[in-house]
């Protein structure tokens, strides 16, 4: 595939992005210091993003095309050493738990840069019809009215927006432990800046919530890390040199998988393993987020701006689930024997709780927040059953999740860039002046609610005939969100688009071309995937079902 | 209670290429008008609301054709299969590998036997029809475009619930035509209350939905278990392929799958969604997964009623049974097209379809049979009297609808599954033909929909006036039209049932108790259908006294009226006016200045309307009615698109009786014993036998003799209190004297009430309380450990400011102020220093002596 080879795909998926935040960086020197014009540094900074995560795009649609799903194993592999004193390896590569998450990655991260564009700028056109009161425009940036993100301190964003993507990326090819938690840490700090600069009202609380929470996981995460590394067996480096211990993953999920971990000496009068498994857990579980470590989700969401918020659930909230299955069902089976009746129960009141606290809320940003914890749920449910069906439906969830939620964030984005208000029930009416808006925003929302023909249906319907066997009442439980998801989601759509337009909204343009450049795709993806699930299914399946066998041979 | 079940075999397959064609012009149909249906509209420079613009042509031909198409199409396939021996009747197509993992596969497939040809036919042809209809219908609708694409949109998806191969397919098709369903409730959304009609159809029936999800996930847990005492579920159904996707390919395992499923006696055996591979192995006994499933309990339960029950709930949500039925009249705020299509000829009977399709499992469970049958009873003289005062001629018929599926679910639910599956056909004719019909009356009494403001419209909507009598004696059920012959074979099968059973429980009597519901409610039926006929057609127009209007619910056209004026901003969205038509005080109170504006040049909006029709009458009424909310004017008869569609739609009421002809009179009158038509048609798919008890010729005749009398008592008893109108004072005072008990049955038993308070308002407390706890609890707890570490990190640092740093400062302070006084040490003199040293010398010195 063109330049693109078997070896390289994955770390020009994972560097390109931060050649170009480096492109940046330069762009801000040579302004610091040349005296460039503020206006060319923006707007070449966005151009240097829009290419840099397109190319990041097309080495993913390209790794995804590598990549052969009848190959078990770890495909797209490089290996080199890194740092030998500690034997740590620059070891990326891809199998069917992640290649999808690279694609998915790839794709959302283009999508959400196309987002960050000022172009037809729907509040513009707002404010040219003459809705919007001049003083929430572009004109001023005061503390009450900030200038819109997409104009703020460009270079500055579209750096900190790039080196995003590398870190999510390289989180999802890396092989080798102490990589991944690089590229682990690396996501928090532009993450934290994105939504603390670049935020609204209450950004300040939201991005610090949000750093410290995800840090304290971390360093749950890394004193496991730490863990399973000093207990590893010793290992070949790729060079061929022997070392005391490893961090290559696919060498300790063979060590865990062979009993290396279980019998390793107790901690404090606890298993090992057990102790490990739960460190990693609380770690991912923040991520996902698992109730009840779930509350940074919406505060997080509602102040970032529409972008972030679209990488974060597209994306981060995957790498939760994906962490789990990397490192906890992989590396300690028997430990994930032990706690999967605890991840059903968790991720049936992720499922049943958050759909209630959907109905409830008044924020349509918050309710679609809480619906990605209430989604999220579904792969909890379906990966802890532990069959064929379960652990699929689980990784397809992420994906279609990863595929919907971005279209619900890019929807708010559209409304709150014209109203400024996000208010359920202050709009009404809305299909009359804006039916294109309505026309995508009811197919997101039939798609996250499970409708049959959009993506969202399948994953759940997997999630449940894989859970069932297993977990029959818990299923059950579970699937009463079938009724609570189409109320909250018809209930919003009845208060905010039907019934008489409300004064106010007179006029308001309909979607720009920006909106749909980002919502389209998505839209065309979600159908595609709700008819030809078997698009992702035929390239996780293998990997998958070989890791549930481990963790309960039968 | 069954047999001849073993001599069955396994369904032989032909494959047919074209299948998938069926389903898809409806959905091309749906696409273009969706996509660019506005532009057409707009396309030669009309105004877009023009009534029969070249634009709207141009909208409904490509529905038309749509559905035209795919009609064509489906009669080819009634050729092809009817060609074929009649136990071979199976056309399927795969399309593609919907999804595979472990034991689960799925085929995006469709397949056509003789009962889903009978939808398909029922669905495509009275579907093209209605859609005829339509375009006279909604000629004045500004989102005529929108219209056809939702209506295309729903016989794509009716189309694919009813050819679907497996539950999968079907299931899509279930969602899809609840989808459009919501659409087409909702179509003039302006109006909340439509728009929330559309909402509450949608989570009614995902209350079903839930029923209907565990019902199936039961039955292929339940299939899996077939094998788990021989070989444990996990392992070889599930993990068998898993081992060799190891080795070998995982993407393979798709193909691998069909290779790798455990078979018994060549029939595949174990979990599966498709309908033919669970029909072989459920009734080919030697697979003994019927002994298995016979035999299986869940929670103390047998696990075949389980799976019965729920799979029935599902079909209670879609096809409007006890207790889930409340979506169906608020569904009427619909128009007038869509609730003869969906909510009367094909949706509705989606459970109806569903049950049949599953005969053979149904079967299996005499409780879920039992269930089914007495669900089915209730719901038909349970809504059969609110049909009884009720004034809105919309919702007379959808309670009739709930009831006459009621008599559906009585057939099947007996185990007269042809006999179901026949009143769902002759139900599709003369209920469309009456919901029409009722639509035309509404159209020609400009949008008045309570049968009190009609009368006498016999002489002045004759086509109308006539099908909707004949439709009215099909459904009362006097044999010259086709309700009798299935309702009789209904309730004649009801009453000869004795196998039925209730929780396990064998009961006997039921069949009887449901028979005579069942009688009870046919005779309702009969009195509330004539009733209405009465009110509607006979004695003196009513319209134009100028009431209240409170049951206008079909304001479309008094819209249309005042979409001039707006039409500058009537676009894509155009439902936006609607809300202006809602009733009287809408008209004065609520239309901006501009809305009034319009009726200078409504004329063209309204003028073709009564072609053929007296202009002068219309021109009369015409000011005056969109002054004053539409109620003035003589009516008139409805365009030709609908007149001919009533006419045909009528004939085929009559006509399909003649698949019904039972066999005591084929036996009586023409010396013949072969089964009704209808039956040997579904006799391959039907292949659950039950046993009646046997009747003598003499108690048949006896019964449908009792049948015919039950509407004739209904009959007369509607002609002599409605008949001209006549009675309308002692109605009233009638009425008076039972005020109490007419209030409760008029407001429909308050079940709308009783949901709202057992349902809606305690999941949105629990809501509001969760919600609560989630802003106050859980993240409280998390806001209170950044509280109580930011208290400890306040008091660290006061430590750290006041101890640590303090004691850092201090002996900063103390080296300073050391220095300084040093300094005064600092003398500059030599013997100074020297004192100095010696002194710390003598120090050191000192020291080391005193220290140990």
Redesign the interface.
């Known amino acids: 595939m063109f330049f693109f080879t078997e070896g390289n795909v994955l770390s020009w998926a994972t560097f390109f992005p931060l050649v170009g935040a480096g492109i940046i960086v330069l762009m801000m020197i040579a302004r610091a210091f040349a005296g460039l014009d503020k206006k060319l540094v923006d707007e070449a900074s966005r151009w240097t993003a829009l290419v840099f995560s397109g190319l990041s795009l097309a080495a993913a649609v390209a790794a995804w095309m590598l990549y052969d ?2 190959v ?1 194993g770890a495909q797209l592999v490089a290996q080199v050493v890194w740092i030998k004193a500690f034997n740590v390896e620059y070891f990326v590569g891809a199998d ?1 738990l992640s290649i999808s998450m690279v694609l998915l990655s790839g794709l959302i991260s283009f999508i959400a840069t196309i987002a960050s564009m000022p172009w037809w700028s729907g509040e513009k056109a707002a404010e040219m019809a003459g809705m919007v009161d001049h003083d929430h425009g572009h004109g001023h940036d005061d503390a009450a009215h900030p200038k819109h993100f997409s104009v703020r301190m460009v270079p500055g964003y579209m750096a900190m927006l790039l080196l995003l993507q590398t870190g999510m990326m390289g989180t999802f090819a890396a092989l080798d432990m102490f990589l991944f938690y690089v590229f682990w840490e690396v996501m928090l700090l532009p993450m934290y800046f994105l939504i603390g600069v670049w935020g609204g009202p209450r950004k300040e609380y939201a991005a610090i ?1 949000f750093f ?2 995800t840090l304290a996981g971390s360093v749950l995460m890394l004193l496991a890390i730490i863990g399973l590394y000093y207990t590893s067996q010793p290992y070949s480096l790729v060079d061929g040199t022997r070392a005391a211990h490893t961090f290559n993953l696919l060498e300790l999920a063979r060590q865990g998988q062979t009993g290396v971990f279980a019998s390793a000496a107790p901690i404090l009068g606890f298993a090992f393993t057990k102790i490990v498994f739960v460190g990693l857990f609380i770690g991912f579980a923040i991520k996902i987020p698992m ?2 470590f ?3 989700l919406p505060d997080a969401h509602v102040e970032a701006p529409t972008p972030i918020s679209v990488i974060l659930a597209g994306v981060l909230l995957k790498m939760g689930i994906y962490g789990i299955l990397r490192f906890n069902y992989a590396l300690l089976p028997d430990a994930t024997a032990w706690a999967a009746n605890a991840m059903a129960v968790f991720g049936v009141i992720n499922i049943v ?1 958050a759909a ?6 008044k924020d349509l940003k918050k309710l679609i927040a809480y619906s990605s914890v209430s989604h999220m749920g579904f792969s909890l449910l379906g990966m802890a059953a532990m ?3 379960g652990i ?2 689980a990784v397809l969830n992420l994906f279609t999740h990863g595929i919907i939620s971005p279209m619900l964030f890019l929807i708010v984005g559209v409304i709150y860039d014209r109203a400024h208000h996000r208010e359920i029930e202050k709009f009404g ?1 809305l ?3 804006l ?2 808006y ?2 995508i925003m009811g197919l997101a929302f ?1 798609a996250s609610l499970g ?3 959009l993506c969202g ?2 994953s759940e ?2 999630v ?3 859970a ?2 297993v977990f ?1 009442t818990y ?2 439980i579970s ?2 969100s ?3 998801t ?2 909250y989601y ?2 919003a ?2 208060r905010m ?5 409300n004064k106010a909204y007179v006029g308001y343009p309909d979607l720009v071309w920006r909106e749909r450049l980002t919502l389209y795709p998505l839209a065309a993806f979600a159908i595609f995937l709700g ?4 698009f992702i ?3 996780v ?3 998958l ?2 890791l549930v ?1 481990n963790i ?1 041979p ?1 | 209670m069954e047999h001849a079940t073993s001599e069955l075999a396994p369904i032989v397959v032909s494959h047919a290429s074209y299948l998938w064609l069926i389903p898809l012009f409806p959905l091309v149909g749906a696409i273009i008008n969706a996509s660019i249906g506005w532009k057409l509209q707009g396309l030669f420079g009309e105004p877009r609301e023009m009534k029969g613009g070249r634009g709207k042509q141009l909208v409904h031909s490509i529905a038309v054709l749509a559905m035209a198409a795919s009609f064509a199409v489906a009669a080819y396939a009634f050729f092809q299969l009817r060609a074929l021996p009649a136990e071979d009747r199976y056309l399927q197509q795969t399309l593609w590998n919907l999804l595979s993992a472990g034991r689960l596969s799925v085929d995006f497939a469709f397949a056509l036997d003789p009962l889903s040809m009978m939808m398909v036919l029922v669905i495509t042809g009275i579907g093209t029809l209605i859609h005829v209809f339509s375009i006279g219908y909604m000629a004045e609708e500004p989102a005529y475009w929108r219209f056809f694409c939702y209506l295309n949109l729903f016989v794509f998806a009716m189309l694919l619930l009813v050819m679907g191969d497996n539950f999968a397919v079907m299931f899509f098709g279930w969602e899809g035509v609840g989808l459009a369903s919501y659409l087409l409730i909702s179509f003039w959304y302006t109006d909340p209350e439509k728009a929330k009609a559309g909402m509450k159809a949608f989570v009614a029936n995902r209350f079903g939905d839930f029923g209907f999800i565990v019902g199936l996930l039961l039955l292929f847990w339940g299939l899996g278990g077939a094998w788990q005492a021989r070989e444990g579920y996990l392992r070889n159904t599930d993990y068998a392929p898993a081992a060799a996707m190891n080795t070998t390919a995982g993407g393979a395992l798709a193909a691998d799958a069909d290779a790798l499923a455990p078979r018994v006696e060549g029939v595949k055996v174990g979990p599966t969604m498709n309908f033919r591979e669970l029909r072989d192995q459920v009734v080919i006994e030697a697979t003994g997964v019927k002994e298995h499933l016979a035999g299986s309990t869940i929670w103390g339960v047998s696990l075949l009623t389980l799976i019965g029950m729920l799979l029935f709930v599902g079909a209670m949500g879609k096809s409007a049974q006890l207790p889930l039925y409340v979506w169906l009249p608020d569904a009427m705020a619909g128009p007038t097209p869509v609730s003869a299509l969906i909510h009367a000829a094909t949706m509705v009977t989606a459970g109806v379809y569903m049950v049949a399709r599953l005969n053979f499992l149904f079967v299996l469970s005499p409780s879920a049979m039992g269930w089914v049958a007495l669900i089915g009873a209730l719901t038909a003289i349970f809504a059969a009297s609110i049909g009884f005062f009720q004034y809105d001629i919309k919702k007379v018929l959808a309670y009739s609808t709930v009831s006459q599926l009621g008599f559906m679910f009585i057939g099947v639910g007996t185990g007269a599954y042809w006999a179901g599956v026949y009143h769902l056909l002759t139900h599709a004719f003369f209920k469309a033909t009456l919901f029409l019909g009722s639509g035309s009356v509404i159209l020609g009494c400009h949008h008045e929909q309570d049968m009190r403001k009609m009368g006498g419209l016999e002489k002045h909507m004759p086509i109308t006036r006539w099908t909707y009598l004949i439709a009215t004696v099909a459904i009362a059920g006097f044999p010259i039209a086709n309700g009798f012959y299935s309702k009789d074979e209904i309730l004649w099968k009801a009453f000869t049932s004795g196998h039925l059973a209730l929780f396990g429980q064998p009961t006997p009597w039921l069949g009887p108790a449901i028979y005579v519901i069942g009688l009870i409610a046919a005779t309702g039926t009969s009195f509330y259908m004539y009733r209405s006929y009465y009110m509607t057609f006979t004695g003196e127009y009513r319209g134009g006294e100028g009431h209240g209007h409170e049951h206008n619910e079909d304001p479309h056209a008094a819209v249309a009226a005042h979409t001039p004026a707006i039409s500058a901003k009537v676009h894509a969205s155009d439902g936006a006016v609607h809300a202006h038509g809602t009733g009287h005080a809408a008209h004065t109170l609520d239309v901006p200045a501009a809305g009034h504006g319009g009726h200078a040049d409504h004329g063209h909006a309204h003028g073709a309307h009564d072609a053929g029709h007296g202009a002068a009458a219309h021109d009369d009424g015409h000011d005056d009615a969109h002054a004053h909310g539409h109620h003035g004017g003589t009516p008139h008869e409805s365009p030709w698109q609908i007149t001919i569609v009533l006419a045909t739609l009528a004939a085929g009421s009559v006509v399909t009786l003649f698949l019904g002809i039972p066999v005591l009179w084929q036996h009586t009158f023409l010396h013949a014993s072969t089964a009704p038509l209808l039956e040997h048609w579904l006799e391959p798919v039907l292949t659950a036998k039950v046993e009646f008890a046997e009747g003598t010729p003499a108690m048949e005749w006896l019964f449908q003799g009792l049948g015919v009398a039950a509407a004739t008592i209904g009959f007369v008893a509607a002609r002599a209190v409605y008949k001209d109108n006549k009675h309308a004072a002692a109605l009233a005072a009638g009425i008076e004297r039972f005020k109490g008990a007419w209030t409760v049955v008029y407001n429909k038993y308050y079940v709308d009430e009783l949901y709202a308070f057992l349902v809606l308002k305690p999941s949105v407390q629990l809501a509001r309380a969760l919600s609560w706890v989630d802003g106050h609890l859980v993240d409280g707890l998390v806001n209170a450990a950044g509280a109580v570490t930011r208290a400890f990190a306040n008091l660290d640092g006061a430590i750290d400011k006041y101890l640590v740093d303090g004691a850092v400062n201090a002996v900063a302070s103390a080296t300073m102020g050391l220095g300084r006084s040093l300094r005064l040490v600092q003398t500059g003199r030599i013997q100074t220093y020297l004192y100095g040293a010696l002194g710390g010398a003598l120090v050191v010195v000192l020291l080391v002596f005193l220290l140990p």
Do not use: D
């Open positions: 799903p009848s078990p069917g919530k410290l929470y109730f009840p779930h509350t940074w709780y209630f606290v959907c109905l409830a809320q069959t064929p069906q699929s439906g009416g299909a009359s002046e039916p294109e309505t026309a039939f409708l049959p023909g249906f399948v319907f997997m449940f005939s894989g069932f066997p029959t299923t059950i699937a009463t079938v009724i609570i189409a109320a018809l209930w759509i009845h688009f039907l019934g008489k337009l008819f030809y699930p078997q299914l035929s390239a399946n293998g990997t079902h070989a066998q309960r039968l």
